[in-house]
């Protein structure tokens, strides 16, 4: 069947947003790039430049946006850009600045790279620390506990990117970035390029990138397939954008799922989110309370037909 024209458009449309961001932080005026809320603001014009996508092509009608959906990816988007990202600079990126300074370790040679591989390096270091802390909690109970609730997902839309327990999140933004002297356009264009392609990894947009691009980076199939609803299924594909790190490290996998989350594919609240990494403390507790309970009134018991004699 011949491919319609809006396929072959929006099929394109991933990589003409990457280039876009590109240019948009390589040639963009310096009044709009040197401002210092330029990321803040353009980080969640790309999820939402996508979410508008999914109104005029969608992928899956299971998928598509609901009230509860929109406030619960509301609440995690705010949480990532406030507290979350304040934890990261605290207890993170300012003591590594420190180490850095008091190591004098400079990495000046970053700035004299072409500006492009300067983006393309600080890609790599990223997508390479996320690769193995994403493997590493889909591989290790403790680490999968906070990563469990991004899982019981039963929607996958360019905002979920964000929805997960918070020191899933706080776990996951952690990097070796401060260590390197990177141009600051360079590394932001890298931080968006990889919200370009998270974001469409996540996405209910009918987009099939051409086949360069999803050897090379992260699509909604693959990631789609990492959501399945059976938990062998979804130790494949840890590549949140660099899907190509998958493909050398032995974890790709192709295909692609439509039903995804976990647990018969129970919906957490955000409540139930926040508790899971402690829901086993919970429940040792809770049975410990209840073994108490029994115990006492097994001694009652016992204490009233001596009273009664």
Known sequence: MQTSLKNRIFDHLPPAMIALVLCFWAFGPRTLVDHPWALTITSPLIVLAVLALEWVHERHAGWRMNKTEFLTDLYYAVLS??????????????PLTALKASLGITTHWVTQLPWLAQVALAIFIL?????????LMHNWMPFWLTHAPHHHITQLNAAKGAMGNPIELFLISLSVL?????????????????????????????????????????TIRHHSLHHSTDYDSTRCNY???????DRIFGTYREGEAVLVGQDERKRLSIREQTLFPFQPLIERYQAHKAAQAGNDLAASDQKEPAATA
């Open 81 to 94: 850009a406030t507290i979350i990202s304040w934890l990261t600079q605290r207890l993170a990126d300012d």
């Open 239 to 245: 590549g949140n954008s660099l899907i190509l790190l």
């Open 178 to 218: 401060a260590l390197f002297d990177f141009d600051k356009t360079a590394l932001f264009a890298a931080i968006n390029t990889m919200g370009v392609i998270s974001s469409f990894a996540h996405a209910n947009v009918r987009a099939d990138p051409p086949i360069w691009y999803s050897f090379f980076f992260t």
């Open 127 to 135: 997508e390479f620390g996320q690769y193995w802390m994403h493997r």
